[in-house]
C-alpha cells in the first residue's frame, strides 16, 4: 500500500507541471527609448553599475553611509520584510508537496458492562475494558494540483517576495542618496557660517569705526545706522545659520541610525567634497527596466498574471488525497508484530456546482487587478523617465550656472576691493563701499549655494539611474 500512495503522489507531481495564468509579456515602455537630453544619447554604460563607493570617493562622506546601511532603521525593516516575503514565500511553495506526519496513538477506556450492549452475552457485572494502539505514517489532503491552482498561488507568493527584494533594494539606495545629500547640506551650511561669522567681525569694525567718525563729526547718522544694520543683518545670519548646522547634524544622526563621529563629519568645505563628476546615463530602456523600483512593480505584474490562474483553475474540480500506512493493535507489546498491519486510502474529489458567482468574481478581480498592475508598472516607467530626464537637464545646465556664480562672486570680490581703495582716497562714500561689500556677500553666498546644487545633482542623478550597488560590485 505504501509503495502505491508513493506512486500515486510522484504521479500527481508530474501532472503539476503548468498553470492556467496566461503568458506573461512584458508591456512596452510607453516613453522615448533616449532621453531627451541630447549629451546623454548614446551612452551604453550607466552610472547604476557603479558600486557607490566608486561614486562617493570622500572618505568622509563614504564613512557616514557605512554607518547609515548599517543603523538605519527604516533599512532594517525593508530587510526584515524580505525575510518575512521569503518565508511566506516557502510555505506556499511547501504546499506543493505532501505533508507526510507520523502519529503514535493510544486509548485505554473502560465501561460497565451493563452499559456496553454485551452484558447479557458475557454475563455477569463489572465493567469492560477495551485498549486499542495504532503506529502510522500517512498523508492528509494533500492537493493534486492537476490545474495549477497551487503552483498559481505559490508563483505569486514568489514574484511578492522578490518585489520585496526590489523595494528594499530602492529604500538602500534612497538612503545613500539621502545620507550624502545630508552630509553635503552640512558641509555648505557649514561654509554658510563661517562666511557670515567672518562678515560679521568685518562689519563689526566697520560699525566700531563709523561709529567714531560719527562721535567726532566725520560720518552722518545715515552712515552709522547703514552700518548698524549691516552689522545686525550678519549677526542674525550667524544665529541662523548656527541653528540651521545643528539641525543639520541632527537629520544626519537620523538617517544615520546612531551619532556620527566628528572624524565622519564634512571637513574643510564643501568645495573639498569628492563626488566623482562624471556620470553617464547609460540607454534609456536599458537603465529604467533595471530600476529597482520599476522592478518591483514589474514582479507584482507578474504576480498579478499569476492570479489570474489561480481563479482560472477555481472553476475546475480539485481532487486530494488522504492516505496511511502503520500498524494497529489491543497491546501496545504487540503493536510492531506480524498481522498488525493496518492502512487507509481516502481519495476525495470536490467539484464546483454553484457559488453564487464567486468564482466569476474572484476571476474578474484577478483580472482586473493585473490591468491595475500594468497601470502601476507603466506610471513606475514614466516616473522614471521623468526623475532621469529631470536631473540630466540639471547636470545640462548646472556647470554654467556654478562657473557664473563664480565670477560673480570674483567680480563682486574685485569691487569691494577697488571701492575699499577709493574709499580709502576719499573718492567714494561710505555707502558705497557698504553697498559693495553687501554685494559681495551676497555673491558668495550664491556660490556656496551653487556648489551645493551642483553635488547634489550628481547625488540626485546617482540615485535615479539605479545606483547603489553594494560597494565589492564594479570595483
Known amino acids: 500500500m505504501l509503495r502505491n500512495l508513493t506512486l500515486t503522489l510522484l504521479a500527481a507531481s508530474a501532472l503539476t507541471a503548468c498553470t492556467m495564468a496566461p503568458k506573461y509579456e512584458r508591456p512596452a515602455l510607453p516613453v522615448a527609448t533616449t532621453w531627451p537630453t541630447a549629451s546623454a544619447n548614446g551612452q551604453a554604460a550607466s552610472a547604476g553599475d557603479l558600486a557607490w563607493k566608486q561614486v562617493f570617493e570622500d572618505p568622509r562622506l563614504a564613512g557616514t553611509i557605512d554607518l547609515a546601511l548599517a543603523n538605519n532603521r527604516d533599512l532594517r525593516v525593508a530587510v526584515l520584510n524580505i525575510e518575512q516575503a521569503r518565508a511566506t514565500y516557502r510555505i506556499q511553495r511547501a504546499a506543493l508537496l505532501p505533508t507526510v506526519n507520523g502519529t503514535l496513538s493510544g486509548t485505554k477506556s473502560e465501561t460497565p458492562t451493563a452499559a456496553s450492549g454485551f452484558g447479557s452475552a458475557i454475563g455477569g457485572s463489572g465493567s469492560l475494558e477495551?485498549?486499542?494502539?495504532?503506529?502510522?505514517?500517512?498523508?492528509?489532503?494533500?492537493?493534486?494540483?492537476?490545474?495549477?491552482?497551487?503552483?498559481?498561488?505559490?508563483?505569486?507568493a514568489l514574484h511578492s517576495y522578490l518585489a520585496t527584494e526590489e523595494t528594499a533594494r530602492a529604500t538602500q539606495i534612497s538612503l545613500i542618496a539621502?545620507?550624502?545629500?545630508?552630509?553635503?547640506?552640512?558641509?555648505a551650511d557649514q561654509d554658510l557660517l563661517a562666511l557670515a561669522?567672518?562678515?560679521?567681525?568685518?562689519?563689526?569694525?566697520?560699525?566700531?569705526?563709523?561709529?567714531?567718525?560719527?562721535?567726532?563729526?566725520?560720518?552722518?547718522?545715515?552712515?552709522?545706522?547703514?552700518?548698524?544694520t549691516l552689522a545686525e543683518t550678519a549677526r542674525s545670519d550667524v544665529a541662523t545659520y548656527t541653528a540651521q548646522v545643528e539641525r543639520d547634524k541632527n537629520a544626519l544622526r537620523l538617517l544615520a541610525g546612531t551619532e556620527v563621529p566628528a572624524d565622519l563629519q564634512p571637513a574643510g568645505g564643501l568645495i573639498t567634497a569628492q563626488i566623482l563628476p562624471d556620470l553617464p546615463a547609460g540607454v534609456a530602456s536599458d537603465v529604467l527596466t533595471r530600476r529597482p523600483d520599476v522592478l518591483a512593480a514589474e514582479h507584482s505584474l507578474m504576480g498579478a498574471?499569476?492570479?489570474?490562474?489561480?481563479?482560472?483553475?477555481?472553476?475546475?474540480?480539485?481532487?486530494?488525497?488522504?492516505?496511511?500506512?502503520?500498524?494497529?493493535?489491543?497491546?501496545?507489546?504487540?503493536?510492531?508484530?506480524?498481522?498488525?498491519?493496518?492502512?487507509?486510502f481516502a481519495p476525495s474529489i470536490s467539484v464546483p456546482i454553484f457559488a453564487g458567482g464567486a468564482n466569476k468574481a474572484g476571476l474578474d478581480s484577478a483580472k482586473a487587478g493585473q490591468k491595475i498592475a500594468v497601470a502601476t508598472y507603466e506610471k513606475t516607467v514614466q516616473t522614471a523617465f521623468r526623475e532621469v530626464s529631470d536631473a540630466l537637464a540639471t547636470q545640462a545646465t548646472i556647470g554654467d550656472r556654478l562657473a557664473a556664480q563664480e565670477r560673480v562672486a570674483a567680480a563682486a570680490a574685485d569691487t569691494a576691493r577697488l571701492t575699499k581703495l577709493r574709499y580709502d582716497r576719499g573718492v567714494d562714500s561710505s555707502l558705497v563701499?557698504?553697498?559693495?561689500?553687501?554685494?559681495?556677500?551676497?555673491?558668495?553666498?550664491?556660490?556656496?549655494?551653487?556648489?551645493?546644487?551642483?553635488?547634489?545633482n550628481l547625488v540626485t542623478l546617482y540615485k535615479v539611474l539605479g545606483g547603489g550597488a553594494p560597494a565589492g560590485k564594479g570595483s
Open 305 to 344: 498574471n499569476a492570479n489570474i490562474g489561480a481563479a482560472r483553475a477555481a472553476f475546475f474540480p480539485r481532487i486530494s488525497l488522504t492516505g496511511s500506512y502503520g500498524s494497529a493493535s489491543a497491546d501496545l507489546d504487540g503493536l510492531f508484530k506480524s498481522g498488525t498491519k493496518s492502512w487507509s
Open 178 to 187: 539621502e545620507t550624502a545629500n545630508a552630509w553635503l547640506t552640512l558641509a
Open 433 to 456: 563701499l557698504l553697498d559693495a561689500q553687501r554685494t559681495q556677500y551676497s555673491a558668495q553666498q550664491g556660490l556656496i549655494n551653487a556648489r551645493l546644487a551642483r553635488a547634489s
Open 130 to 156: 477495551i485498549e486499542n494502539y495504532n503506529a502510522t505514517v500517512g498523508v492528509t489532503s494533500y492537493e493534486l494540483d492537476i490545474f495549477g491552482r497551487v503552483r498559481s498561488l505559490k508563483d505569486q
Open 197 to 228: 561669522k567672518d562678515t560679521l567681525k568685518s562689519r563689526e569694525d566697520s560699525l566700531a569705526l563709523a561709529q567714531r567718525q560719527f562721535d567726532v563729526g566725520a560720518a552722518s547718522q545715515l552712515d552709522l545706522r547703514t552700518s548698524q
